[in-house]
């Protein structure tokens, strides 16, 4: 029954926020060794659905199998039950998770981390975890900031701290959660640029991102969800290059209508005194807003 | 005029009763800090029962003086069967009133450490007791040492409360020199004194851990 090509299997997953469903019988496989991108506008279930793939946010119904391996609940109706914590570990060890807000602990240095869950979960001696620490360090860039604390990093060295804490414990599956959605823009492109070079490994991630340009050039899958369903599903070329669905075209006209830079006419410049007052926002002229 | 020389002949006496308070204070707030740690996650915890229970004892505690518990714990527990020694009764006394004083502070830190990192430490497949021994007691620590300094200068001078249940540490020493040379106000001046040191060392011993955390935190 299991798709020996799918590194994750979702079927009829349902979720809702008391009366308010969030995830609306959500069917989704995961490639293997392929990047999947999740876009959508705020609230559409996105971020829910990466979560319930960690089981960091549980389902009222529905199954996810992570490499075959049941995730949160087993079996199906009456006989539907939770997990065991063990169960759930069991599954959670293929997957990696970054975090939009890096969630690194400030007590802890870079280093430590990075190599305390490889101590106390992955049981390896303090010396060897902290060798496999600064590999997966070394791999993010960031060799030579080993012995600081969190706070002393940038939002971009936070991040690749959060996405070397994760691949140090050789994950299967990394799930980013926006991952640069918290960063100042001049620094989102040095985390991306770790995400490519993972995905040119063949690691099977899985991005929720508002960044459609990653997307596009990156992605193998994308989804797009909307009201708490898949409302359009493809390649990068069938998603952004001329969708058929008018959901998907309306939210990517608003995109790129935020994110294109027009110049604006000679002649036209507000008034000083508007300026000075701070009011007097400058009208993009052909800007198709009235 | 003030004659210390009596009373300094006896100074071996007060190391002595100095060292005795220095014991006592120890052993009531590292016992009272892992009670507190106890009733804090007892006061925290989504378990109705547990988190009343907690709130009621935090709530007895600090509305009852110090001097009342260990009289209570001194006399009446023996009606009902517990025989303790006075040494036992005095240090019981302290560690139930500290815990509950320390449970409150800590509780403040525990809801300082994000949920975020929580989830951290249980997508990378730690154990929630690992999750509290690793990410969340540090860090509650971290966050209320300033105020648990505080709470250790107050149990230092509180140990003097057990004097009265005939334990000899240095206010019991001061009082016993002071009558037997008729010179009380010396030998309370020396114990003053010695108190002041305690709780001296004791703040310059905070402050620099609080420092060295400092470190770890970019301002």
Redesign the interface.
């Given at each position: 029954m299991t798709n020996r090509e799918s590194a994750i299997e979702i079927r009829g997953l349902k979720k809702s926020f008391g009366k308010f469903p969030v995830l609306d019988d959500i069917d989704l496989d995961i490639p293997r060794s392929a990047v999947t991108c999740i876009i959508g506008p705020s609230g559409s279930g996105k971020s829910t659905l990466l979560r319930c793939m960690a089981f960091l946010t549980d389902f009222e119904a529905g199954s996810i199998l992570i490499e075959g391996q049941p995730l949160g609940f087993v079996g199906e109706g009456a006989a539907r039950r939770a997990c065991t914590n063990k169960e759930i570990n069991a599954a959670r060890e293929r997957v990696g998770f970054v975090f939009q807000q890096f969630n690194l602990w400030p007590h802890l240095t870079v280093l430590e981390n990075v190599a305390m869950p490889l101590r106390l979960v992955n049981k390896l001696s303090k010396s060897e975890a902290a060798g496999k620490a600064r590999k997966a360090l070394a791999k993010v860039g960031l060799a030579d900031h080993v012995s600081k604390y969190p706070t002393f990093l940038s939002g971009g060295q936070q991040q690749r701290v959060g996405i070397a804490r994760a691949l140090a414990q050789d994950p299967h599956i990394i799930l980013f959660d926006e991952p640069t959605s918290a960063l100042d823009p001049e620094l989102v492109g040095e985390v991306l640029q770790v995400m490519r070079d993972l995905a040119a490994d063949g690691m099977t991630m899985v991005v929720v991102t508002h960044e459609m340009g990653f997307a596009s050039q990156v992605a193998d899958q994308v989804v797009f969800t909307d009201k708490g369903v898949i409302a359009a599903k493809g390649s990068p070329a069938e998603i952004f290059g001329n969708p058929d669905n008018p959901r998907v075209r309306s939210f990517l006209a608003n995109y790129f209508e935020r994110n294109t830079i027009r110049s604006r006419p000679a002649g036209r410049d507000v008034p000083a005194a508007a300026g000075q007052l701070g009011w007097g926002m400058p009208l993009v002229e052909g800007s198709g807003r009235a | 005029m003030l004659e210390f020389s009596g009373a300094l002949n006896e100074f071996p006496l007060f190391l002595q009763g100095a060292w005795a308070s220095i014991l006592y204070a120890v052993g009531c707030l590292t016992l009272g800090f892992l009670l507190a740690v106890m009733i804090c996650m007892a006061r925290i915890s989504t378990v109705r029962i547990a988190s009343l229970s907690a709130r009621v004892y935090i709530n007895v505690i600090r509305a009852t003086p110090l001097l009342v518990v260990l009289l209570i714990v001194f006399n009446i527990l023996p009606f009902v069967g517990v025989e303790l020694s006075p040494e036992a009764s005095a240090l019981l006394s302290l560690t139930v009133c500290t815990a509950g004083y320390q449970a409150e502070i800590l509780r403040g830190g525990f809801a300082g450490v994000?949920q975020?990192?929580i989830?951290?430490?249980?997508?990378?497949?730690?154990?929630e007791w690992?999750i509290f021994r690793?990410?969340k007691l540090?860090?509650a620590f971290?966050l209320t040492l300033p105020a648990l300094i505080n709470e250790t200068t107050i149990m230092i001078k509180g140990t003097s409360l057990i004097s009265t249940v005939g334990i000899l540490e240095l206010t019991r020493v001061a009082q016993n020199v002071g009558n037997s040379n008729f010179r009380p106000l010396e030998a309370l001046l020396i114990a003053a004194a010695l108190y002041w040191l305690m709780t001296t060392a004791m703040t310059i011993a905070g402050d620099a851990l609080i420092h060295r955390?400092a470190?770890?935190?970019?301002s």
């Open positions: - | 994000s975020g990192q989830e951290a430490g249980r997508i990378t497949g730690m154990s690992q690793h990410i540090p860090q971290r955390y470190r770890e935190k970019q």
